[in-house]
């Protein structure tokens, strides 16, 4: 239920087409940045509380509870109207809310829910093979998720297609633009009902007694209790006020801990250039003039690849350390942003996989290095604090590259006067994508020297190879 559930949560039709959609619905990019801006501040107040109650009142509460606001956020996305700017853009507004609300409630949960499932069986060793296996599963999601999107994105190519074989549709932007949506929105039903299908695991306290049929659980029956039917008022009081002191006892264990504070600031580093990067995909694809039905098949065929990268990193985490991957990744990262600032025509796709390679190193060592020196009791909460600081970065990017192109949007006017609106789009993403790759090594010099006086050998935990 952990794989169908991170599967379905996240391979999402409308990725391949991401940007461009919310300009065909009649938004400008500046709007489609300020909304993704809401996206990552709604996750950030969300996140840590989140991931602190997931540890107290149980993963699988907040698991369900993010699988039901991705069905109306989804569901508000697919059937807003066109035509009413300041309406579309409020909705779109609550639809952030609700993505950033579901993104954080899920984040770090259901991670946390299948390693101590694992840990408490004693397989914790094999975390690395089923984060290596979730990878290539989502990764074959979503050749289907990005190809089908991207193609039922395109009415040129669904209108060819029904005359090929005798039929006239006569689709238009209008009609096609939504299918991915309505495609993503069966994926989070489905969402929903893995959420209901999982199980809390027994902590090492729950010592499991069978008499006459009946469980015990020894000093647990207000936990089970708790679990199985929900709190009463004054529990869930009480267990929110322990949510948060063990919001303050995480932050201190990182703030204490040089190496997983080295990983999260490494990894939020990372992650926010790329992001942001990804994020105008399918405006770089058009500026580099590949087809738009070719969008979806470009992300499938990534997403095909990305079934050798656990493997080829499961070998780097066994043989190399820490801050030699991490080099690697940061090596990739900057080459892909600095050649996609070429834009040159078809070929440049090349550096879009350059960095998603780059970024499956990330995830992949991102989650073997932190799981592996994190305290189960608090392994949610930590997780939770990886992903308010990446949401908090990619925020900063988004805010800093928004400005940038309200800076360069004059110069653009000025040396093309008449040009049109999604030229203009496009003009300004050309002016300011160069900044990235600048920003991004300027920032890896800074992490480099701050790891260098914080993070000691003995900190760092060697290469761990698993045994049977």
């Known amino acids: 239920m952990f794989l169908l559930f991170r599967v379905l949560f996240n391979a999402r039709y409308y990725y391949p087409i991401y940007a461009l959609l919310f300009l065909d619905f009649g938004l400008e990019i500046e709007h489609f940045l300020w909304l993704n801006m809401i996206w990552a501040i ?13 540890d107290t009142l149980g993963r699988r509460k907040l698991l ?8 109306v956020e989804i569901a508000l996305f697919a059937f807003a ?29 259901d991670e946390a829910l299948a390693y101590d499932t694992l840990k408490n069986a004693g397989m914790e060793k094999s975390w690395d093979r089923v984060l290596a296996r979730l990878m290539q599963i989502q990764s074959l999601a979503f050749v289907v998720a990005l190809a089908v999107g991207g193609v039922v994105y395109d009415e040129r190519f669904l209108n060819a297609m029904a005359s090929a074989i005798g039929f006239e549709w006569g689709l238009d932007r209008e009609d096609t633009m939504r299918i991915p949506l309505y495609l993503t929105l069966i994926n989070a039903i489905f969402v929903l ?12 306290t729950e010592t499991r007694e069978t008499v006459g049929g009946q469980s015990f659980f020894e000093g647990s029956d207000k936990h089970l209790n708790t679990m199985t039917q929900g709190p009463t008022e004054d529990s869930f009081w009480s267990e929110t006020r322990r ?8 932050g201190k264990w990182i703030f204490q801990t040089p190496f997983a504070l080295a990983v999260i600031c490494g990894g939020f580093l990372v992650d926010s250039f790329l992001r942001t990067f990804v994020t105008f995909n399918s405006q770089y694809y058009q500026i580099i003039q590949l087809p738009e039905a070719s969008y979806g098949i470009i992300g499938g065929a990534l997403s095909g690849f990305g079934v050798i990268w656990p493997s080829i990193a499961q070998k780097m985490s066994q043989r190399f350390g820490p801050m030699t991957n991490y080099l690697i990744v940061c090596g990739l990262t900057v080459l892909g942003l600095t050649g996609a600032c070429l834009f040159v025509p078809y070929v440049g796709v090349i550096w879009v996989v350059v960095m998603m390679v780059g970024w499956a190193f990330l995830n992949y060592f991102l989650s073997t290095y932190l799981n592996r020196v994190t305290p189960s009791e608090q392994r949610a909460t930590v997780l ?11 925020f900063t990017i988004s805010l800093l590259v928004n400005l940038r192109l309200d800076q360069v949007e004059p110069a653009v006017l000025a040396a093309q006067p008449g040009i049109g609106d999604r030229a203009l789009e496009n003009a300004k993403f ?39």
Do not use: W
């Open 42 to 54: 709604g996750i950030v107040i969300l996140e840590v509380p989140s991931g602190a109650l997931a």
């Open 64 to 71: 369900v509870a993010g699988g039901f606001f991705m069905i």
């Open 81 to 109: 109207p066109t035509g009413n700017v300041p309406l579309l853009f409020g909705l779109l507004v609550v639809n952030r809310i609700l993505s950033g609300a579901a993104e954080a409630l899920v984040s770090g949960a």
């Open 193 to 204: 009902i893995a959420a209901l299908r999982m199980k809390e695991p027994l902590t090492s």
């Open 243 to 250: 949510s948060f002191s063990l919001i303050l006892k995480a």
């Open 384 to 394: 939770s604090f990886r992903g308010l600081s990446f949401n908090l970065a990619y």
């Open 430 to 468: 050309v002016a300011v994508m160069p900044s990235l790759p600048i920003a991004f090594l300027i920032s890896v010099v800074i992490f480099l020297v701050f790891t260098k006086f914080t993070v000691s050998p003995k900190d760092v935990p060697p290469p761990q190879t698993e045994h049977a």
